[in-house]
């Protein structure tokens, strides 16, 4: 009798404890955009339907007219999405495109131009301020070259030149630039580099900035299909460097409208239109960014550092000194990605596995403050885990203590 007695107690404890579980407070949603190709042909409720399925948001297509490009914002409006503006009216007759539009419930903004040189940012500094005069809030959008670009790419001698003088110049609203570092066997040696620029412009800015995943093959040299480890790696290490919004590029395989072999693209979707296994790996992902969105979404960067033997990427860190509440953080020499984020009265430990293809034995511990914060946004203690763990190829653990101060640092 007795021994029953203990088993009800637990069973009484346990279900208490489950009631009164911690849960991550939401903040919104996080954007996530995708260069989505969708053929005009099948650009349809059901089409747009899937696409949210797969957790897309916000998406980029190029329409041929005004009117087709209102007849697709009707859709994504039932289907709860927004659009991005992309039509031939909206360059020529930019004023009475955003009068048009600027009101529409599936209006997401204006897409402007990708990867523009220097020597366009006055055209296109003058077309932005021409939709401006009607529509002072509409997110106006510009994708830039990554790093690498050469400089009869960018128009500069220097890439920081490149990158400032678009954000002083432009009028935007948010700093994008794409980078799809995760090639067959290795991670390209300047995306963290990258990633420490961009993150710092974006600051001195004042403005937030969002950064790719590559959802389909690139080139000869990139994963196809893009596997579950190469969608976390990017979309998570971009998170921790403070990204506010993520885009996919591409969403359709667009095989059929070009014979270059480097467009056989096997995205999400095939060039007949039928899912790929990356459709549900998208999904995947975009349902554990969107959990973990209050983590992210509004957050400060207090301080990014990287772990692992030998070099670790150009530009960045080495951690030396831990955060607060936390004792003991160790990799084993493996290569991983610590991040200190404050946002609002907690201060968040973001820890990626930047190997894609390895998992890495991470072992975490800290003080009774410290709690540890689960993929689908749940809070517990960090003592109710034990200290070491397996962290997946790619992935993402993460670990939270109350904010002392805004000075908090490594």
């Known amino acids: 009798m007795k021994g029953i007695f203990?088993?009800?107690?637990?069973?009484?404890?346990?279900?208490?404890?489950?009631?009164?579980?911690?849960?991550?407070?939401?903040?919104?949603?996080?954007?996530?955009?995708?260069?989505?190709?969708?053929p005009m042909d099948q650009f349809n409720l059901v089409r747009l339907m899937e696409l949210k399925e797969s957790g897309i948001n916000l998406v980029i297509d190029n329409f041929p007219s005004i009117e087709s490009m209102k007849k697709g914002l009707d859709i994504a409006a039932q289907a709860g999405v927004k659009?991005?503006?992309?039509?031939?009216?909206?360059?020529?007759?930019?004023?009475?495109?955003?009068?048009?539009f600027m009101h529409h419930k599936a209006m997401g903004g204006?897409?402007?131009?990708?990867?523009?040189?220097?020597?366009?940012?006055?055209e296109l500094k003058a077309w932005c301020e021409q939709i401006q005069t009607i529509d002072k809030k509409g997110l106006l959008y510009v994708n830039i070259w990554p790093i690498f670009a050469r400089p009869d790419n960018i128009g500069t001698k220097g890439y920081r030149e490149y990158v400032r003088t678009l954000v002083h110049e432009l009028p935007i609203q948010v700093l994008s630039f794409d980078f799809y570092p995760v090639l067959a066997n290795r991670i390209s040696k300047s995306w963290f580099e990258n990633l420490e620029l961009i993150a710092d412009e974006a600051?001195?800015?004042?403005?937030?900035?969002?950064?790719?995943?590559?959802?389909s093959n690139?080139?000869?040299?990139?994963?196809?299909?893009?596997?579950?480890?190469?969608?976390?790696?990017?979309?998570?290490?971009?998170?921790?460097?403070?990204?506010?919004?993520?885009?996919?590029?591409?969403?359709?395989?667009?095989?059929?409208?070009t014979a270059s072999?480097?467009?056989?693209?096997?995205?999400?979707?095939?060039?007949?239109?039928?899912?790929?296994?990356?459709?549900?790996?998208?999904?995947?992902?975009?349902?554990?960014?969107?959990?973990?969105?209050?983590?992210?979404?509004?957050?400060?960067?207090?301080?990014?550092?990287?772990?692992?033997?030998?070099?670790?990427?150009?530009?960045?860190?080495?951690?030396?000194t831990l955060p607060r509440a936390i004792q003991v953080l160790e990799t084993n020499g493996a290569p991983a990605l610590v991040s200190v984020l404050e946002n609002g009265p907690d201060t968040y430990v973001v820890i990626v596995?930047?190997?894609?293809?390895?998992?890495?034995?991470?072992?975490?511990?800290?003080?009774?403050?410290?709690?540890?914060?689960?993929?689908?946004?749940?809070?517990?203690?960090?003592?109710?885990?034990?200290?070491?763990?397996?962290?997946?190829?790619?992935d993402i653990s993460i670990f939270s203590y109350p904010t002392v101060s805004n000075k908090t640092k490594l």
């Open 353 to 394: 596995n930047k190997d894609h293809l390895n998992a890495i034995n991470l072992i975490v511990s800290g003080d009774n403050t410290l709690k540890r914060v689960l993929k689908d946004g749940s809070i517990v203690p960090a003592e109710a885990y034990e200290n070491s763990m397996e962290l997946d190829p790619g």
């Open 261 to 320: 072999q480097e467009d056989d693209r096997g995205g999400p979707l095939n060039s007949s239109g039928k899912r790929t296994v990356v459709f549900d790996r998208i999904k995947k992902v975009s349902d554990e960014i969107q959990a973990l969105a209050p983590v992210f979404l509004g957050s400060k960067v207090i301080s990014i550092r990287h772990t692992g033997k030998g070099m670790i990427p150009t530009g960045t860190i080495r951690l030396t």
């Open 6 to 38: 203990s088993v009800l107690s637990l069973v009484l404890l346990l279900g208490t404890s489950l009631q009164g579980q911690q849960r991550l407070t939401s903040k919104g949603v996080m954007p996530i955009n995708a260069y989505a190709f969708i």
């Open 110 to 122: 204006y897409y402007i131009y990708d990867e523009p040189q220097i020597r366009l940012f006055p």
């Open 218 to 257: 690139y080139d000869q040299d990139h994963i196809m299909p893009q596997t579950l480890a190469a969608l976390r790696l990017q979309s998570f290490s971009n998170l921790a460097y403070g990204a506010q919004g993520i885009c996919y590029y591409e969403y359709w395989d667009r095989t059929k409208e």
């Open 83 to 100: 659009l991005l503006i992309s039509c031939p009216e909206l360059r020529t007759n930019p004023e009475s495109t955003a009068r048009l």
């Open 203 to 215: 600051q001195k800015a004042k403005i937030p900035f969002w950064a790719f995943a590559l959802t």
